[in-house]
Structures are given as structure tokens and as C-alpha cells.
Nanobody, 115 residues
Framework: QVQLVESGGGLVQAGGPLRVSCAAS????????MGWYRQAPGKQRELVAI???????NYAEFVRGRFTISRDNAKNTVYLQMNSLKPEETAVYYC?????????WGQGTQVTVSS
């Protein structure tokens, strides 16, 4: 079993940057994919960005060009650099690791973007 712990959330002004981190208790290099999702109040959880074990990345259209997902295998940590944040991106940001047939989720970190 893998435990994921997100950190780095907080309050940021619209247009500002923020980086959130996801630390894994196990090796992230053995995960098929590591991803970031978010869930705003009253809305469904949605995919933000994903990175494969080979380093390929994919982004939701609404963050492409502003967000960057990256990984540090030595630290077993995945990052999400978020730039030009918008108030409507206020949400709990979750990390997910997909290991074969198993998916693991973190507890989430709150990101609040003030206007």
C-alpha cells in the first residue's frame, strides 16, 4: 500500500503562482501514472494533470500552458506548479498514484485563490 501526502496549498491572489507537492511512502517510479486532480465545492473531481512512469505529461485543457506537473523519483515526490491562478480554481487538490490495478489517493490540500 502507498500513502500519499499533499502539501503546499494555501491562499494566493489571483494571477499568482503556487506549487503543491505530493510525497509518496513508496516508489513513484513504479507507478504507471501519478496525477493531480481537484474538486471544487459542489462539483465533481476533475483531472488536472498526469505524468507517466516514462515522463510523458498530459494536461486538462483549462490548465494547459499555466500548470506544470513534474516528478522527483529520488524524493518520491510529484509536484504541480500552478501559475496565473484564477479564483474559480479554488478547490481541494488531490494526488493520485496508479500502481497496476491499484489507485491510491492523498487526503488533499486546499488551494484558495482570492480575487
Amino acid at each position: 500500500q502507498v500513502q500519499l501526502v499533499e502539501s503546499g496549498g494555501g491562499l494566493v491572489q489571483a494571477g499568482g503562482p503556487l506549487r503543491v507537492s505530493c510525497a509518496a511512502s513508496g516508489s513513484i517510479s513504479s507507478a504507471n501514472t501519478m496525477g493531480w486532480y481537484r474538486q471544487a465545492p459542489g462539483k465533481q473531481r476533475e483531472l488536472v494533470a498526469i505524468i507517466t512512469r516514462f515522463g510523458s505529461t498530459n494536461y486538462a485543457e483549462f490548465v494547459r500552458g499555466r500548470f506544470t506537473i513534474s516528478r522527483d523519483n529520488a524524493k518520491n515526490t510529484v509536484y504541480l506548479q500552478m501559475n496565473s491562478l484564477k479564483p474559480e480554481e479554488t478547490a481541494v487538490y488531490y494526488c493520485k498514484g496508479s500502481y497496476g490495478i491499484w489507485d491510491y489517493w492523498g487526503q488533499g490540500t486546499q488551494v484558495t485563490v482570492s480575487s
